[in-house]
């Protein structure tokens, strides 16, 4: 066979991938100069450009379709650089119905050298040496990288499309990437998203829940304050089923009839107005009982009976407004609950306490509470208790006997029986 010596240059224009494993066909030109004779020969070609097996390993093949009925299929090796470059070793395997053998010895011809891929470009190029014949160039250029389709069809070429499977519901709805539109970048597609120019949850339909209490902002009547969907995201801090903006006393159960305020002994009568909170009483006695006809004799000092004084004690004290030692007719009723007492039991005798609230200075508190203790036993000898029955004086604010500190602006009674 006669020796030849040349130079091999090709082009070859690329469709895109028939499957997805990126087996390609193209079609292309070989111009080949060997001892001063050129030779240009089309070719349809059916390729792997290269496939990576393992790390850097891969291999490349060939199948060329040359006029004449000639076929050539080569063979190869590939080894990764980098992103870049490969280098490549190859060899003709198998070559068929040669016409003219002497202008085309392929069989069992070895090539050996780089590849280049630049980055983002349609174009590769191969530079090497073929021991059958000399210098080799390729030039590849990819239709598929210079032409490149729209899959989903949303507008947007797929060498540009960050998501080239778009769904079609969201095609004619995409961000120039490709992706459908999410202008709040909560996750949330426009399409799907409630409120799409405000961030918010999936699980709200894109829609914000500042307060965290699972209503959407939009729909929450106190959208800053957690709440319960019952009063459409505004809260019940008590849970006694009335929400707090309309509830008198929001941390504390009460009863709807008072606004939400507790009526604890259940007599009608809340307990910020119940001078008896825990025992059943009379609305015209300020929730306290009416105190029965009580005599005290020697026979008659039993359990009850110090229960029965107890209950007058607390239904004989009296309220004063702020910054006041006198206080209004109705509050004087209660002191008549007292005087029946005492003038049916002549052994008894009773201490009578002012208190104070916090407010002002000690100073002042222990004179307005001693004004208050006075004005209470001149009421008592006005209606007939002899003076000498009764102490009276005041402590300030130093010995509350209220939670409520308003309510330590009163007069205490303590009743004694010789």
Known sequence: MKKVFGLLLSVIISSQSLFSQGLEIGGGADLVMYNGNTSFSP????????????????????????PGNRLVDNLGVTYKINDKFSAYYGRAIFDMMTPRPELFPFTGRQDLGISYYPTNSPVSIKAGWAFWLGPTAQVTFRLKEIFPGDTDKD??????DKCPNTPEKYVNNVDVFGCPMDTDGDGVFDLDDECPKDAGLAALNGCPDADGDGIANAKDNC???AGIAKFNGCPDTDEDGIMDSEDNCPKIAGLTEFKGCPDTDGDGIMDSEDDC??????????GCPKAESVVVDSNNRSQELYAQISRIAKASIIFFEFNKSTTSEIELEKTKILIDFLKANKSASVTLVGHADSRGTEEINIQISDRRASYYAKQLTKNGIERNRMKFYGVGEVKPIFDEDEKNRCVEVRISID
């Open 43 to 66: 070719r349809v070609s059916l390729f792997y450009p290269e496939l990576l097996l393992k790390k850097k390993l891969g291999f490349y093949g060939t199948v060329n379709f040359f």
């Open 155 to 160: 507008g947007v070429n797929d060498k540009k």
């Open 223 to 225: 959208p800053e304050v």
């Open 277 to 286: 909170p825990t025992e059943a009483g009379d609305a015209d006695n300020s």
